[in-house]
């Protein structure tokens, strides 16, 4: 079974940043990893997500203000954001799974973390 344990959350005021870690129990492989977010009372929506070799994709209120990497050599996961707003409260949840076309731009999610609390305060 997959795990996916996320860790990097917390409180921070606006304009600060944050960095969010996933460790995957798996090894490296062709698949699609990315970081999905929740506010209260919305839908679950795509942050960012990366297949290597393929590119990454950002969310276009992510654009500009968000980088994610991954590590080649551990299954592992990074989301660092930049100028954080009250809006960007939510929980962020880390996710592998399977790509629609070559790239990640939309990607299958087959496994989820926990998700990790973030909330920004003016």
């Known amino acids: 079974q997959v795990q996916l344990v996320e860790s990097g959350g917390g409180s921070v005021q606006t304009g600060g940043s944050l960095r969010l870690s996933c460790v995957a129990s798996?090894?490296?492989?062709?698949?699609?990893m990315g970081w999905f977010r929740q506010a209260p009372g919305k839908e679950r929506e795509v942050v960012a997500t990366?297949?290597?070799?393929?590119?990454?994709y950002y969310a276009d209120f992510a654009l500009g203000r968000a980088s994610l990497s991954r590590d080649r050599n551990k299954d592992q996961l990074y989301l660092a954001m930049n100028s954080l707003k009250p809006e960007d409260t939510a929980i962020y949840y880390c996710?592998?799974?399977?790509?629609?076309?070559?790239?990640?731009?939309?990607?299958?999610?087959?496994?989820w973390g926990q998700g990790t609390q973030v909330t920004v305060s003016s």
């Open positions: 798996t090894s490296p492989s062709d698949d699609c």
């Open positions: 996710a592998k799974g399977r790509p629609l076309g070559g790239s990640c731009r939309v990607m299958v999610p087959d496994h």
């Open positions: 990366i297949r290597l070799g393929y590119g990454t």
